[in-house]
């Protein structure tokens, strides 16, 4: 009893928890203007390599840190398809073990949020890569403080290399 068993949320569930947070780049919302709104059930579960979350203002990134964003991982070799983005608020923060339990993930990059805000039982300062439970994390401050920052921009591509080796 003092253990919690891990629970398997099908997708349909885990697509409507985060409905406006998960993106899939291939197929933005035809709705939206911007591409980070669009809802993807393909994302869940899936074999990725590398799970980004950033901290957001409203229900996505803006374009411009979408783009810096991308550009990161273009930099660190990435395809799309190897890396998912989700973009959350302050208070709607994902669960550590109900959301990435889900991913496949060998890398988690967290930009302006810290470890304890989803639940990571370890606590670890910006630009520094840290390994717990076979995942690769690293926590870094928001999108639109790296990229004002040039100094910011050259620790984040340290870790980077480390995380991503050529």
Known sequence: MDQLEPIKLPISIISDIFRNCLVDLNFPDSSSDNPA??????LAGAPVDTVVVSLSEGKALPHQQLDFLNNIMK??????????????????????????????????????????????????PHFQVQSFQEVRYLAAPKLDTIEADKELKMQLWQCLKQLFPS
Not at 37 to 42: D, L, R
Not at 91 to 118: H, M, N, R, V, W
């Open 75 to 124: 930099a660190c070799k990435l395809e799309k398809a190897n890396y998912s983005i989700i973009a959350n608020r302050q208070d709607e923060l994902p669960d550590y073990k109900a959301t990435f339990s889900q991913f496949k993930q060998k890398q988690l990059i967290l930009f302006g949020i810290s470890p304890a805000a989803i639940g990571l039982p370890i606590n670890f």
């Open 37 to 42: 709104t669009a809802i993807t059930e393909t």
